[in-house]
Each structure stands twice: as structure tokens, then as C-alpha cells.
């Protein structure tokens, strides 16, 4: 064994894992737009790093030809190494988006630990589709009192607001007229010459149909806000494109 030989082989070791586990986080747990509503590229970039340095660059620091206790720390730089990963790929599990709550005017990517799922009323809301996030509408009361008392509890008393009070979950299906009513013509995005409208015509393009045939919507997560493109008929989601849609 050369050192030359050690690096190629932890090089290609690490690589490998990191393939697999990117591969789990963006089509299992981050699916198509997600990916980028929460950031989740600049944090496996973090986590590549720290296992390209643990994993190939220490070994090769440490590897001496005939050194006594060689292998026990390469062995221990490697499940060092395996720990990084299962750490870091633990806190993106968790963080998963689980539910896509619509509230009054956006949508809001939510994930299963930031909702109490005790107070979910119909059992539906509680299993998501595959690995796409669970689509909701968070409706807002019309009893004034509860009104009243919903906005005590969110802007003095520092209570989640109803994208994250599953007490005011219905399906989806139950909003779609207020979806429809909050929705924004596509074209409106589209008019103008900046690289975000670039990005919506290149991906309206790729589509069967007009711009007429789409509305949007804000959507927000972890690693900020996205556009969240819809069928302007039927009222549910095509597509998350990473472009500001404020």
C-alpha cells in the first residue's frame, strides 16, 4: 500500500457513500423543488466536505508504510467518518418537509416535528403521498371569538400561527377556492427581463400548455422562499421553481 494508492481508494469510498446518500436526501426526502426551498445543497455540501477531509485527507496525514497501529487509525478515521454522515443525514431526515400547508396567501413546507400531529383531526392528513409532502389547507375560522382568539394567542401570546396548528387542517381539496382566489397569474412573473423570468420561460417551455394555464404562489421553507407554479383549473401544484416570488 502507497500513499498515493490509500488516497484513491478512501477517495473513492467516500465518494461512493455520498452518491448514495445524496440520492436518498433528493429523491426520497428533499423531491423536486424542496431541495432548494431548504437549502438542503449548501448543507450536503457542508457534510461532503467534512467526510472528504475526515475520510481521504487524514488518512492519507496519519498513513506511514510499516507504521505500527496503522490500521487502527485509519479504521477509527473511517467510523469517525461513517458518524459524520449518520449525524448530519439524521438532522435531514428530520427536517424533511411532511406537509404543505396553503394559509390565506402562500405555502408553507413543514416538517412532521414542527406541528403537534396529536391535534390532526382526519387520519388522511397524517400519511403523505410516496415522498411528496402531504398537501393541506389551513383555514381560517369564521367564529369571530375563536378569530379573536387565534390572533391573542399568534401576535401576543407567540403561539404558531394555523400553517402549524393542525386544529385548523382540512384537505386539500377543501381549499382549492381560496387557492384559486389567492393565486397570481404566471405571466406576471414572465414580463419582466430578469434571470427569474429567464428561469420560468425556460421551464414553461418544457411544459404542455401557455402560460395562461398556470397561476402561482409563494412558497416558504427552511432555506427560504420559491415559487410554487399551479394549474390554473384544477388548483393543485405542477412544480416548485427556486426563482423569488416576491
Known amino acids: 500500500m502507497t500513499r498515493l494508492r490509500l488516497f484513491r481508494l478512501r477517495t473513492a469510498a467516500t465518494i461512493g457513500l455520498l ?6 436526501v433528493r429523491l426520497l426526502w428533499y423531491p423536486g423543488g424542496y431541495f432548494a426551498v431548504f437549502g438542503v445543497g449548501k448543507l450536503f455540501l457542508i457534510l461532503a466536505t467534512v467526510m472528504l477531509v475526515i475520510g481521504p485527507g487524514l488518512s492519507v496525514f496519519v498513513f506511514k508504510a510499516g507504521k505500527k497501529g496503522l490500521t487502527m487509525d485509519l479504521w477509527l478515521l473511517a467510523s469517525v467518518e461513517f458518524a459524520a454522515a449518520v449525524a448530519a443525514m439524521s438532522i435531514l431526515y428530520v427536517r424533511q418537509p411532511y406537509f404543505t400547508v396553503f394559509a390565506v396567501d402562500r405555502f408553507e413546507a413543514v416538517s412532521w416535528r414542527e406541528v403537534d400531529v396529536t ?6 392528513l397524517r400519511r403523505r403521498p410516496g415522498h411528496a409532502p402531504r398537501l393541506v389547507y389551513a383555514e381560517l375560522p369564521t367564529d369571530p371569538e375563536v378569530f379573536d382568539r387565534l390572533i391573542d394567542e399568534t ?3 407567540g403561539m404558531q400561527d394555523i400553517d402549524r396548528r393542525p386544529e385548523f ?10 387557492v384559486k382566489a389567492a ?3 404566471l405571466d406576471e412573473l414572465l414580463r419582466g427581463d430578469d434571470s427569474r423570468a429567464s428561469r420560468l420561460a425556460r421551464w414553461l417551455s418544457r ?12 412558497v416558504r421553507g427552511r432555506g427560504g422562499d420559491a415559487t410554487m407554479i399551479l394549474h390554473a383549473e384544477v388548483g393543485f401544484p405542477v412544480a416548485i421553481v427556486d426563482v423569488d416570488p416576491w
Do not use: M
Not at 391535534?119 to 388522511?124: A, H, K, W
Not at 387542517?169 to 381560496?178: D, E, N
Not at 411544459?207 to 409563494?218: K, T
Open 19 to 24: 452518491l448514495l446518500l445524496f440520492a436518498a
Open 119 to 124: 391535534q390532526i383531526g382526519d387520519p388522511t
Open 155 to 157: 401576535v401576543f401570546g
Open 169 to 178: 387542517w382540512k384537505p386539500y381539496s377543501a381549499g382549492i377556492p381560496a
Open 183 to 185: 393565486a397570481k397569474p
Open 207 to 218: 411544459q404542455a400548455g401557455s402560460s395562461g394555464d398556470f397561476v402561482y404562489l409563494p
